[in-house]
């Protein structure tokens, strides 16, 4: 079975600094990837996805992932975090054998400092 | 594109009381539509996959007597939770995907609150 691991609970970083929150995952063969954000009290937006081809894949926001399949990791990365980036972000793998269900990981809450 | 709409956002209910939610995928026809439930400062757990125009597909451990879907048409599916009590008290989100593949869409939620 497919599974997801984000290892940071809770990131806290300085307003502009660069910021990385990692994902690691479980699965037989090469999945979709994706990247979620949730604000308080609101759902889930797409930030990024992953299927194949290029492994830097750009999202919204100014966010990037990279997928390497050697470590079974696909890392969000923003050059330069904002105030408005504070909230929790979900990694989630889904299988590309027409099954649409999608397994996250537990979950990685930013806090932005000023 | 993709906007998934989800009606009503909180609802507060005495105990014993039955609550529907609404799943609408705006500007696309959907399939396939998922309910999720999200605990306080927990992860998103697959409650069912719901398909339009058949039963739904329930994970294990969900109980189908106890949350009812119906997917009757391709922009709409609901959520209705029977008899409600406040263990059921929880944020729940629908999705969608386009197609019947990937990205799945995401409403803003329903947060149940049961008295």
């Known amino acids: 079975a497919q599974s997801v691991t984000q290892p940071d609970i809770h990131i806290t970083v300085s307003e502009g600094a660069s910021l990385e929150l990692r994902c690691n995952y479980s699965y037989g063969a090469t999945p979709y990837l994706f990247w979620y954000v949730q604000s308080p009290g609101q759902g889930l937006q797409l930030l990024l996805k992953?299927?194949?081809?290029?492994?830097l894949v750009q999202g919204i926001k100014g966010f990037e992932a990279e997928f390497k399949r050697s470590q079974s990791s696909f890392n969000l990365r923003k050059p330069s975090v904002h105030w408005s980036d504070a909230a929790e972000y979900f990694c989630a793998v889904g299988d590309n054998f027409g099954n649409e269900k999608l397994t996250f990981g537990t979950g990685t809450r930013l806090t932005i400092i000023p | 594109g993709a906007v998934v709409s989800q009606h009503p956002s909180w609802v507060i209910c005495k105990s014993g009381t039955s609550v529907k939610i609404e799943c609408r995928s705006l500007?696309?026809?959907?399939?396939?539509m998922f309910w999720y439930r999200q605990f306080p400062k927990q992860s998103l757990m697959l409650m069912a996959t719901?398909?339009?125009?058949?039963?739904?597909?329930?994970e294990q451990g969900v109980e189908k007597d106890k949350f009812l879907i119906n997917h009757a048409s391709l922009t709409l599916s609901t959520l209705t939770v029977t008899s409600a009590h406040p263990e059921d008290s929880s944020f729940y989100i629908c999705s969608a995907s386009k197609d019947g593949g990937q990205p799945q869409h995401f409403g803003d939620g329903t947060r149940l609150s049961i008295l």
């Open positions: 992953y299927f194949s081809g290029d492994t």
């Open positions: 500007d696309f026809q959907a399939t396939t």
């Open positions: 719901s398909n339009e125009g058949s039963k739904a597909t329930y």
